[in-house]
């Protein structure tokens, strides 16, 4: 079973039953689902197509393997062709039928062969009458991306383009319908939404032992899962290392984490940090309320298994070895887990909760800004982040989220209310997110339910 994905499914169908778009590019990093995608979305045509996954070998070797394709397909015997570009000819200029061409992993073939991406451009143009469609799809995000800027010979080529992201809480729970919703979201906030990951999860154990059998054990399944992508993608991996594991302990600030690292050159540590960003594992962020104010910028992990790996098992790799897995997880992981680490995803959860019923429709006025807003409150000499906000045509709503076991009553939000109040911010209007609901119902504000979140 397929699962999720409903708006990526209704785009790419659209590109691929329109017989007026020729090529399309979906990209995005390793384990997110493209090619699970694009086969989905292949199976559910009748339209022939050609399915091809490059390898990290020579051009002739990749040349072979697809004319070994062609063959099955069109039942003729192997063609001997010896360069991409004519295989290509031949196959634009033959195929007289509708056809589906995917070249997926596209950045191996393309560092074997020089001038490609000139290669495809000449075959697009001069063969926009042909009946076959191009899908170009990589995993490389920073390659990719390159491919699609103006001075690339494939600029403006793409009918379509999709970067795919990672599925939302909503999404990814899907994968595990027999757990409670608590520890949905604790699942997500170990595994986030990418598909591979949550393909792993046993339901029917508990978050700890999926923990433990998917993580935190010598050998675990995903143990060398976030350190193989870096090793992939980055020449210097140490520095992202150390850059990933402060942002894991919470440093948010670039002068922060500058003081925490050891990568003493301030270039050096900006490149590991961009190169996190372009693997989709880090983001900048900037308040929401002042997002020029580069002081107040910071960089956070978006990948949640990079958090979680960084955050417990990372440094901890030696005590791992030689410890029971069970004293290991109750000794470095549980309390911090449960009273710190999921806390804090579930504040992200429920940002994405309201990005999701926001795109739906079904929060007015719409929001067009959500994230952090910063506050200076010079009469008490402090300042600070309010994590959840929403901005819309009326101003600033101000979420307070609690993954606590105790039903909010109604004197505990007034006491809320008058610290946000107290820093000097004017706001009228309140959302509180709560993991075990509220004692009873107050219209003056906006009450949201853990099982809300999973309707």
Request: proline share 4%; hydrophobic share 35%.
């Amino acid at each position: 079973m397929f699962l999720g994905r409903k708006n990526e499914i209704d785009k790419l169908m659209k590109f691929i039953t329109n017989p007026n778009t020729k090529a399309a590019m979906i990209y995005g990093r390793r384990r997110v689902g493209k090619s699970g995608l694009i086969t989905h979305c292949l199976g559910k045509t009748n339209t022939k197509y050609l399915y091809y996954e490059c390898n990290q070998t020579s051009e002739q070797n990749n040349i072979n393997n697809i004319l070994g394709l062609l063959s099955d397909l069109y039942n003729i015997p192997p063609l001997q062709i010896n360069d991409i570009g004519s295989l290509l000819k031949y196959i634009y200029s033959s195929v007289k039928e509708e056809l589906i061409f995917v070249l997926d992993e596209y950045p191996y073939l393309r560092e074997v062969v020089t001038g490609l991406d000139s290669i495809f451009q000449t075959i697009l143009d001069q063969n926009r009458d042909s009946k076959v469609k191009l899908i170009l799809c990589g995993s490389y995000v920073e390659i990719m991306k390159n491919i699609l800027e103006e001075e690339n010979p494939l600029y403006g080529r793409f009918d379509f383009i999709m970067e795919l992201k990672p599925m939302d809480y909503y999404e990814s729970s899907l994968f595990y319908p027999n757990f409670s919703l608590e520890d949905k979201v604790r699942m997500y906030s170990v595994l986030g939404g990418i598909p591979y990951y949550n393909l792993l999860v046993d339901d029917q154990k508990t978050v700890k032992e999926n923990i433990i059998s998917l993580v935190a054990s010598n050998g675990a399944r995903l143990e060398t899962e976030i350190s193989g992508y870096l090793k992939t993608q980055l020449s210097k991996i140490n520095n992202a290392n150390e850059a990933i594991e402060i942002l894991a302990n919470g440093y948010y600030k670039y002068s922060d984490i500058y003081e925490q690292a050891n990568i003493k050159k301030g270039p050096t540590l900006i490149d590991a940090l961009d190169k996190l960003i372009s693997m989709g594992l880090v983001s900048k962020v900037s308040p929401i309320n002042d997002e020029n104010n580069k002081k107040k910028t910071g960089y956070v992990i978006v990948d949640p298994l990079s958090c979680f790996y960084y955050k417990y098992i990372y440094k901890n790799k030696s005590r791992l070895i030689v410890m029971n897995n069970d004293m290991f997880y109750d000794l470095f992981i549980k309390e911090d887990f449960e009273n710190q680490y999921v806390p804090k995803y579930f504040e992200i959860i429920s940002k994405e909760y309201l990005i999701r019923k926001n795109k739906e429709g079904l929060i007015t006025p719409p929001f067009d800004k959500i994230g952090k807003y910063y506050y200076d409150d010079p009469k008490n000499h402090r300042n600070g982040e309010f994590d959840v906000v929403t901005h819309d045509e009326m101003g600033y709503m101000f979420y307070e989220v609690k993954f606590r076991n105790k039903p909010l009553s109604n004197a505990m939000i007034e006491e809320e209310i008058k610290q946000i109040k107290e820093c000097g911010i004017d706001c009228e209007r309140y959302g509180f997110i709560s993991k075990s609901g509220f004692v009873e119902k107050n219209e003056s504000i906006t009450q949201i339910t853990l099982e809300d979140l999973y309707r």
